[in-house]
Structures are given as C-alpha cells and as structure tokens.
C-alpha cells in the first residue's frame, strides 16, 4: 500500500499529524524559516531535546540527508523529524541528499510509528533549491518509498511553492 500524498498551502506547524519534517540546519539549535517557526511555536522542549543529540549522538552536527526525531513539544504533533538538506549547487549534483531527506525522515517515521506526516519544501529557501527540481524530487522520492506512513501531506508557504508541488502531483 502507498501513501496517500495531499498539498497544503500554510503554516506547517499549524497541522495536527503524528510528524512534522523540519528543514533544519546541521546544528539542530533552531534557525530561520521553517526551523525557526517549528521552534518558536514547539516551544522549548524541541531545543532542549536538540541540545541532548547535540551533546550525544550529534556533536558534530546532524549530517545533510540525514534525520532524527524530537518531541514535538507544543505542536499539534507527537514528534518533529529533523533533516539537514543540502545547499543547492548549480555545479554539482546534490540531488541524492535532498532524496535522502525524505526517505531518511519516513524511515525514522516508520521507526516512531507515525502513519501521518507533514514536508516542507527542503531547501527550496535560503538553500536555494529550485522549487520545479525540489518538487521533482521530494515527490517522486515519497511515492517510490517503502513506509508503513499512510498520509503524506506537503506543506507549502507559498503559491509559487504550492503551485510547483500541485504541478508534480498530477
């Protein structure tokens, strides 16, 4: 059985799924965009889990392609999936990384148990992404992926972002 995928357009950390995918930095410590809008309304218990892989599993940091999961804090959600994906280069082909975002983030899903989880656009902001190319991947990767996830939701701040995703769904 596949997921079922469905768009979107608004504030991720306004969903009540079991899993919320942050596009996060490798220092798992908050930032812009979406990170730092799931930080902000997750509250502190995201940031002090965040200190806890840091100083475990993560002292480097998170590794771009790579996921784990948090709590959720005051989320409508039970966890958030950080992923790190990769800067776009329009000189090297990094398309396998922001793959790995997705299918690394269902895989920690199925680990949780989750059967409803929310993507933003990996990398499509201050990574530079193309938003046509990210919707290409982040599509095909969900619908070719091996997950117990029953429902896929992307959501997308944006029209041109919505527009893109809708664009990859038909």
């Not at 059985?1 to 930095?25: E, F, K, P």
């Not at 889990?49 to 840091?54: A, G, S």
């Not at 999936?81 to 299918?103: F, K, M, N, W």
Request: hydrophobic residues 40%; aromatic residues 6%.
């Amino acid at each position: 059985m596949s997921a079922t995928l469905t768009l979107v357009q608004g504030d991720i950390t306004r969903l009540r799924v079991d899993a919320i995918v942050n596009a996060a930095n490798s220092s798992l410590l908050g930032g812009g965009g979406v990170d730092g809008a799931i930080h902000r309304r997750g509250g502190p218990e995201i940031l002090s889990e965040c200190r806890d892989l840091r100083a475990s599993r993560y002292g480097k940091g998170l590794p771009t392609g790579h996921a784990v999961a948090t709590t959720a804090g005051r989320l409508d959600a039970r966890w958030v999936i950080h992923t790190v994906g990769p800067v776009y280069s329009p000189d090297e082909d990094r398309s396998q990384l922001l793959a790995s975002c997705h299918r690394e983030a269902l895989r920690v899903a199925d680990e949780l148990g989750a059967r409803t989880v929310a993507f933003p656009a990996i990398s499509t902001g201050v990574y530079g992404w193309p938003l046509d190319d990210a919707a290409r991947i982040a599509v095909d990767t969900v619908r070719a992926a091996s997950t117990a996830v029953e429902e896929i939701t992307f959501a997308l701040f944006d029209d041109r972002a919505y527009e893109a995703f809708a664009a990859r769904l038909d």
